[in-house]
Protein backbone atom coordinates (compact mmCIF):
# COMPACT_ATOMS: atom_id res chain seq x y z
CA UNK A 1 0.00 0.00 0.00
CA UNK A 2 2.88 2.57 1.06
CA UNK A 3 4.09 1.55 -2.43
CA UNK A 4 1.45 2.51 -4.31
CA UNK A 5 0.69 5.72 -2.29
CA UNK A 6 4.26 6.60 -3.02
CA UNK A 7 3.79 6.08 -7.03
CA UNK A 8 0.48 8.13 -7.11
CA UNK A 9 2.10 11.13 -5.14
CA UNK A 10 4.77 10.88 -7.35
CA UNK A 11 2.62 11.22 -10.64
CA UNK A 12 0.15 13.55 -8.80
CA UNK A 13 3.16 15.91 -8.34
CA UNK A 14 4.78 15.49 -11.80
CA UNK A 15 1.53 16.44 -13.28
CA UNK A 16 0.89 18.92 -11.12
CA UNK A 17 3.84 20.29 -11.66
CA UNK A 18 3.78 20.34 -15.70
CA UNK A 19 0.66 21.87 -15.66
CA UNK A 20 1.33 25.12 -13.71
CA UNK A 21 5.07 25.67 -15.48
CA UNK A 22 5.14 28.79 -16.96
CA UNK A 23 5.06 28.62 -20.92
CA UNK A 24 7.88 31.23 -21.21
CA UNK A 25 10.30 29.14 -18.84
CA UNK A 26 12.84 27.13 -20.91
CA UNK A 27 15.57 25.39 -18.44
CA UNK A 28 18.52 24.35 -19.33
CA UNK A 29 21.34 21.65 -17.78
CA UNK A 30 24.95 22.12 -20.24
CA UNK A 31 26.42 19.27 -18.05
CA UNK A 32 23.67 17.69 -16.67
CA UNK A 33 25.09 14.45 -18.37
CA UNK A 34 28.15 12.01 -17.58
CA UNK A 35 27.39 9.27 -20.32
CA UNK A 36 29.89 8.73 -22.67
CA UNK A 37 29.59 7.44 -26.10
CA UNK A 38 30.55 3.48 -26.43
CA UNK A 39 32.44 4.50 -29.32
CA UNK A 40 35.13 7.16 -26.92
CA UNK A 41 35.37 4.70 -24.17
CA UNK A 42 38.16 2.99 -25.86
CA UNK A 43 39.84 6.71 -26.16
CA UNK A 44 39.57 7.15 -22.47
CA UNK A 45 42.33 6.99 -20.37
CA UNK A 46 43.29 4.57 -18.23
CA UNK A 47 42.23 6.56 -14.87
CA UNK A 48 38.80 7.29 -16.85
CA UNK A 49 38.48 3.62 -17.92
CA UNK A 50 38.64 2.05 -14.43
CA UNK A 51 37.71 5.33 -12.36
CA UNK A 52 33.61 6.15 -12.55
CA UNK A 53 33.58 8.05 -10.10
CA UNK A 54 36.13 10.50 -12.06
CA UNK A 55 33.30 10.92 -14.96
CA UNK A 56 30.60 11.71 -12.11
CA UNK A 57 32.75 14.46 -10.21
CA UNK A 58 33.88 15.82 -14.16
CA UNK A 59 29.91 16.51 -14.60
CA UNK A 60 26.76 18.21 -12.95
CA UNK A 61 24.77 15.62 -13.46
CA UNK A 62 22.55 15.55 -10.66
CA UNK A 63 20.85 18.56 -12.03
CA UNK A 64 18.92 16.60 -13.99
CA UNK A 65 17.20 15.38 -11.02
CA UNK A 66 16.00 19.18 -9.89
CA UNK A 67 14.48 19.08 -13.74
CA UNK A 68 12.27 16.06 -13.63
CA UNK A 69 9.01 17.35 -13.12
CA UNK A 70 9.66 20.47 -15.81
CA UNK A 71 7.71 19.25 -19.35
CA UNK A 72 9.90 17.72 -21.34
CA UNK A 73 9.90 20.80 -24.26
CA UNK A 74 11.01 23.24 -22.05
CA UNK A 75 14.04 21.59 -20.07
CA UNK A 76 17.22 20.18 -22.51
CA UNK A 77 19.98 18.73 -21.41
CA UNK A 78 22.67 17.20 -23.62
CA UNK A 79 23.22 13.71 -24.26
CA UNK A 80 26.72 13.41 -23.47
CA UNK A 81 28.87 14.91 -20.70
CA UNK A 82 31.83 17.87 -21.64
CA UNK A 83 34.26 14.88 -22.12
CA UNK A 84 32.78 15.00 -25.66
CA UNK A 85 32.13 18.86 -26.21
CA UNK A 86 31.52 21.17 -23.31
CA UNK A 87 28.11 23.27 -24.25
CA UNK A 88 29.47 26.00 -21.91
CA UNK A 89 32.09 27.05 -23.98
CA UNK A 90 32.47 28.22 -27.42
CA UNK A 91 33.29 26.36 -30.60
CA UNK A 92 36.73 28.20 -30.83
CA UNK A 93 37.32 27.96 -26.12
CA UNK A 94 40.61 25.97 -25.34
CA UNK A 95 38.48 24.01 -23.24
CA UNK A 96 35.57 23.05 -25.26
CA UNK A 97 37.41 19.68 -25.30
CA UNK A 98 39.30 19.42 -21.92
CA UNK A 99 42.80 17.30 -22.33
CA UNK A 100 43.11 17.30 -17.96
CA UNK A 101 40.34 17.21 -15.41
CA UNK A 102 40.39 19.30 -12.12
CA UNK A 103 42.10 17.59 -10.60
CA UNK A 104 45.09 17.09 -13.48
CA UNK A 105 44.41 13.32 -14.63
CA UNK A 106 44.92 12.68 -18.36
CA UNK A 107 41.27 12.08 -19.58
CA UNK A 108 42.08 10.62 -23.11
CA UNK A 109 44.99 8.10 -24.13
CA UNK A 110 47.80 10.33 -25.58
CA UNK A 111 47.15 9.14 -29.02
CA UNK A 112 43.44 10.24 -29.18
CA UNK A 113 44.61 13.55 -28.10
CA UNK A 114 47.20 14.33 -30.95
CA UNK A 115 43.96 13.18 -32.98
CA UNK A 116 42.42 15.73 -31.73
CA UNK A 117 44.99 18.36 -31.23
CA UNK A 118 47.65 17.91 -33.97
CA UNK A 119 46.88 15.49 -36.73
CA UNK A 120 46.21 16.94 -40.19
CA UNK A 121 42.65 16.08 -39.75
CA UNK A 122 41.87 17.62 -36.02
CA UNK A 123 39.12 19.97 -37.54
CA UNK A 124 37.64 16.69 -39.02
CA UNK A 125 37.76 14.65 -35.68
CA UNK A 126 36.64 17.74 -33.61
CA UNK A 127 33.52 18.32 -35.78
CA UNK A 128 33.52 14.52 -35.42
CA UNK A 129 33.03 14.26 -32.06
CA UNK A 130 30.86 17.59 -31.26
CA UNK A 131 28.34 15.77 -33.69
CA UNK A 132 27.47 13.56 -30.66
CA UNK A 133 26.20 16.17 -28.36
CA UNK A 134 27.23 19.41 -28.04
CA UNK A 135 25.26 20.64 -32.31
CA UNK A 136 21.94 18.42 -30.98
CA UNK A 137 22.26 20.50 -27.59
CA UNK A 138 22.40 24.08 -29.08
CA UNK A 139 19.53 22.56 -31.60
CA UNK A 140 17.35 21.56 -29.48
CA UNK A 141 17.36 24.77 -27.24
CA UNK A 142 16.82 26.79 -30.44
CA UNK A 143 13.44 25.00 -31.17
CA UNK A 144 12.54 25.36 -27.45
CA UNK A 145 13.30 29.08 -27.78
CA UNK A 146 10.84 28.95 -31.07
CA UNK A 147 8.42 27.03 -29.54
CA UNK A 148 8.16 29.40 -26.43
CA UNK A 149 7.96 32.52 -28.84
CA UNK A 150 5.35 31.49 -30.94
CA UNK A 151 3.02 30.48 -28.11
CA UNK A 152 -0.13 32.61 -27.84
CA UNK A 153 0.28 32.11 -23.64
CA UNK A 154 3.64 34.20 -24.53
CA UNK A 155 2.32 37.17 -26.05
CA UNK A 156 3.87 40.36 -24.13
CA UNK A 157 5.80 38.38 -21.96
CA UNK A 158 9.67 37.34 -22.16
CA UNK A 159 11.62 34.18 -22.34
CA UNK A 160 13.55 33.32 -19.84
CA UNK A 161 16.25 30.66 -19.77
CA UNK A 162 17.71 29.39 -16.62
CA UNK A 163 20.92 27.09 -17.02
CA UNK A 164 21.02 25.14 -14.51
CA UNK A 165 24.71 23.94 -12.55
CA UNK A 166 26.00 22.24 -9.69
CA UNK A 167 29.89 22.66 -8.29
CA UNK A 168 31.00 20.91 -5.50
CA UNK A 169 33.87 21.98 -2.30
CA UNK A 170 35.17 18.60 -3.10
CA UNK A 171 37.15 17.62 -5.92
CA UNK A 172 37.12 13.64 -6.17
CA UNK A 173 40.66 12.44 -6.94
CA UNK A 174 40.43 8.14 -8.51
CA UNK A 175 40.46 7.18 -5.18
CA UNK A 176 39.17 8.61 -1.70
CA UNK A 177 42.72 9.36 -0.49
CA UNK A 178 43.52 11.49 -3.74
CA UNK A 179 40.19 13.95 -3.14
CA UNK A 180 40.92 17.58 -2.45
CA UNK A 181 38.80 20.42 -0.52
CA UNK A 182 38.10 23.40 -2.82
CA UNK A 183 40.90 26.51 -1.56
CA UNK A 184 39.42 28.85 1.02
CA UNK A 185 39.25 31.94 -1.53
CA UNK A 186 37.46 29.14 -4.36
CA UNK A 187 35.05 27.81 -2.11
CA UNK A 188 31.33 27.50 -2.93
CA UNK A 189 28.31 29.35 -1.54
CA UNK A 190 24.82 27.25 -1.08
CA UNK A 191 23.70 29.10 -4.85
CA UNK A 192 25.16 31.86 -7.35
CA UNK A 193 23.00 33.54 -9.97
CA UNK A 194 25.04 35.04 -12.93
CA UNK A 195 23.50 37.49 -16.10
CA UNK A 196 26.64 38.52 -17.46
CA UNK A 197 27.23 41.58 -16.34
CA UNK A 198 29.56 42.75 -18.21
CA UNK A 199 28.22 41.25 -21.92
CA UNK A 200 26.68 44.44 -23.69
CA UNK A 201 23.16 43.52 -24.95
CA UNK A 202 22.95 47.24 -26.53
CA UNK A 203 24.39 50.67 -26.05
CA UNK A 204 22.73 51.23 -22.89
CA UNK A 205 22.27 47.72 -21.16
CA UNK A 206 25.12 45.52 -19.94
CA UNK A 207 23.76 41.81 -18.44
CA UNK A 208 21.56 39.53 -19.70
CA UNK A 209 19.03 39.50 -17.18
CA UNK A 210 17.55 43.02 -15.85
CA UNK A 211 17.92 43.48 -12.12
CA UNK A 212 14.84 43.31 -10.92
CA UNK A 213 14.90 39.92 -12.43
CA UNK A 214 17.44 38.66 -10.30
CA UNK A 215 16.63 40.25 -7.50
CA UNK A 216 13.33 38.07 -7.12
CA UNK A 217 14.95 35.53 -8.02
CA UNK A 218 17.91 35.83 -5.62
CA UNK A 219 14.85 36.93 -3.09
CA UNK A 220 12.50 33.83 -3.89
CA UNK A 221 14.32 30.94 -4.11
CA UNK A 222 16.01 32.03 -0.82
CA UNK A 223 12.99 31.82 0.89
CA UNK A 224 11.92 29.03 -0.54
CA UNK A 225 15.02 27.36 0.39
CA UNK A 226 15.36 28.37 3.67
CA UNK A 227 17.90 30.38 3.04
CA UNK A 228 19.22 34.09 4.62
CA UNK A 229 19.10 36.13 0.87
CA UNK A 230 22.67 36.84 1.36
CA UNK A 231 23.66 33.07 0.99
CA UNK A 232 21.90 33.50 -3.05
CA UNK A 233 25.46 35.58 -4.17
CA UNK A 234 24.75 37.15 -7.59
CA UNK A 235 27.78 37.33 -9.79
CA UNK A 236 30.04 35.88 -7.28
CA UNK A 237 33.02 33.30 -8.91
CA UNK A 238 31.08 32.97 -11.54
CA UNK A 239 29.02 35.42 -14.25
CA UNK A 240 27.38 33.95 -16.57
CA UNK A 241 28.67 31.25 -19.06
CA UNK A 242 28.59 30.54 -23.24
CA UNK A 243 25.32 28.89 -22.61
CA UNK A 244 23.80 32.33 -20.72
CA UNK A 245 25.58 35.11 -23.20
CA UNK A 246 24.75 32.91 -26.37
CA UNK A 247 21.24 33.00 -26.35
CA UNK A 248 20.59 36.17 -24.11
CA UNK A 249 22.25 38.39 -26.81
CA UNK A 250 20.32 38.60 -29.43
CA UNK A 251 22.29 41.05 -31.18
CA UNK A 252 25.34 38.39 -31.59
CA UNK A 253 22.80 35.96 -32.38
CA UNK A 254 21.39 36.25 -35.79
CA UNK A 255 19.33 33.30 -35.98
CA UNK A 256 18.15 33.94 -32.15
CA UNK A 257 16.89 37.10 -33.39
CA UNK A 258 15.04 35.94 -36.30
CA UNK A 259 13.19 33.59 -34.38
CA UNK A 260 12.52 35.69 -31.73
CA UNK A 261 10.92 38.47 -33.54
CA UNK A 262 11.41 41.41 -31.03
CA UNK A 263 10.11 39.36 -27.97
CA UNK A 264 12.97 39.64 -25.51
CA UNK A 265 14.72 37.09 -23.89
CA UNK A 266 16.24 36.76 -20.59
CA UNK A 267 19.13 34.30 -19.77
CA UNK A 268 20.46 33.67 -16.03
CA UNK A 269 23.04 30.88 -15.08
CA UNK A 270 21.86 29.23 -11.25
CA UNK A 271 24.82 27.24 -9.95
CA UNK A 272 23.78 24.94 -6.77
CA UNK A 273 26.00 23.97 -4.07
CA UNK A 274 25.76 20.17 -5.09
CA UNK A 275 26.10 19.17 -1.24
CA UNK A 276 22.77 20.87 -0.84
CA UNK A 277 21.56 17.88 -2.35
CA UNK A 278 24.32 15.44 -2.89
CA UNK A 279 26.69 13.32 -1.03
CA UNK A 280 30.15 14.91 -2.01
CA UNK A 281 31.73 12.06 -1.22
CA UNK A 282 30.47 9.55 -3.74
CA UNK A 283 28.74 11.75 -6.10
CA UNK A 284 25.21 9.84 -5.47
CA UNK A 285 21.72 12.15 -5.12
CA UNK A 286 19.70 11.98 -1.57
CA UNK A 287 16.69 11.86 -2.76
CA UNK A 288 14.54 13.88 0.11
CA UNK A 289 17.33 16.84 -0.15
CA UNK A 290 16.88 16.70 -4.51
CA UNK A 291 12.69 16.74 -3.83
CA UNK A 292 13.51 19.46 -1.62
CA UNK A 293 15.66 21.48 -3.52
CA UNK A 294 13.53 20.56 -6.97
CA UNK A 295 10.21 21.44 -5.18
CA UNK A 296 12.12 25.24 -4.03
CA UNK A 297 13.45 25.82 -7.79
CA UNK A 298 10.05 24.88 -9.32
CA UNK A 299 8.00 26.94 -6.88
CA UNK A 300 10.50 29.71 -7.22
CA UNK A 301 9.86 29.49 -11.74
CA UNK A 302 6.34 29.25 -11.18
CA UNK A 303 6.43 32.50 -8.80
CA UNK A 304 8.27 34.28 -10.94
CA UNK A 305 6.14 33.57 -14.00
CA UNK A 306 3.28 34.98 -11.90
CA UNK A 307 4.79 38.50 -11.15
CA UNK A 308 6.01 38.37 -14.91
CA UNK A 309 2.24 38.09 -15.99
CA UNK A 310 1.37 40.60 -13.72
CA UNK A 311 3.51 42.96 -14.66
CA UNK A 312 2.72 43.14 -18.19
CA UNK A 313 -0.92 43.11 -17.84
Not at 177 to 188: G, W
Amino acid sequence: MKLKRNIFLGVKEFLWGKKHFPSNFIITAAHGSFKIPLSVFPKLSAYYQTAPRLLLNFSDYGTKYLLDHIPVEQKIIPRYGRLVGDPNREKNAKDLIRFRDFSGYRIFSEKFERRLTESWFHSFWLRKILKLSYYPFYEEVFVAIEQAAKNPKNEGRPIILIDVHDTGNLILGATKSKDKIREKHLRIPKVIISNAPDEQINENCFGTAPDYLMEIFQETLAEKLGFDKREVKINYLFKGGHVTRFFGNENKNERLKKILKGKKIYTIQLEFDRALYMNETNQRPLRWKVKSVRNALMETIREMGDQIISASE
